[in-house]
């Protein structure tokens, strides 16, 4: 199983804390002969860190292509699709929202939806209210990124950080030249992506759909 490179520290620190948790508990109770008490701590410390590994795991994925589609940029479940009003970069024009959720268990790797270049990025300080709330979108932590494809639509896509997600990692740089379904950043525990696309699109996913990242199609461009 291939690990991310963002969860190295997380995963180093994890596994010294729980070491040293299973020494302390092994030092306490092996004076008092409590054998199966000190071996069930070590299992749930084990199994705990193994949890956090898991977590930052990277599957390998096949990368499709096709500048017609808008690829799921995470794994998770669609929990909005509407008609909003964005004034960060459309200046009130009215584009077609769908919204992905984060549980803990999902892979927390980020891909880019479309390819194209990247025209627009931005990093908000925020709140850290629970991912599925509709205020998150605009008051919590979060990045914008907005895509020019190929054929000159714009597709962008926001990182929110929910109420257990506190770390956002973006790799976002303005004049970039991106691929379709290439890494573009990781959100730690839980978390939520927004998609926005111009309104005439297709949409094929419907809410409630579970999306797998990069191998989804959540909307067709016209």
């Not at 520290?9 to 508990?25: D, E, Q, S, Y």
């Not at 205020?135 to 597709?155: D, F, L, M, Y």
């Amino acid at each position: 199983m291939k690990i991310n490179k963002e969860g190295y520290r997380i995963i180093f620190v994890t596994g010294v804390i729980c070491l040293l948790i299973w020494a302390f508990i092994y030092y306490l109770l092996n004076q008092n002969e409590e054998a199966g008490v000190m071996w069930f701590s070590a299992i749930v410390l084990i199994v705990f860190w193994f949890f956090i590994v898991s977590f930052f795991r990277e599957p390998r994925r096949v990368k499709i292509h096709d500048s017609d589609l808008v690829f799921a940029p995470c794994d998770g479940r669609v929990v909005v699709t509407e008609p909003v009003t964005d004034d960060e970069y459309f200046n009130g024009e009215e584009v077609m929202q769908i919204s992905i959720f984060m549980s803990i268990t999902n892979v927390h790797i980020n891909w880019f939806p479309v390819g194209g270049t990247v025209k627009y990025f931005k990093y908000h300080p925020g709140r850290f209210l629970v991912a599925w709330h509709p205020k998150s979108s605009t008051e919590n932590e979060r990045t914008t990124t907005v895509i020019e494809t190929e054929h000159g639509q714009e597709v962008l896509f926001r990182q929110i950080a929910g109420v257990v997600a506190r770390r956002i990692v973006s790799y976002m740089k303005v004049g970039n030249n991106v691929k379709q379904n290439d890494v573009c950043g990781f959100i730690k525990f839980g978390s939520r992506l927004d998609i926005l696309i111009p309104k005439n699109s297709e949409l094929l996913v419907e809410i409630g759909d579970p999306v797998v990242g990069t191998q989804t199609p959540l909307a067709r461009l016209k």
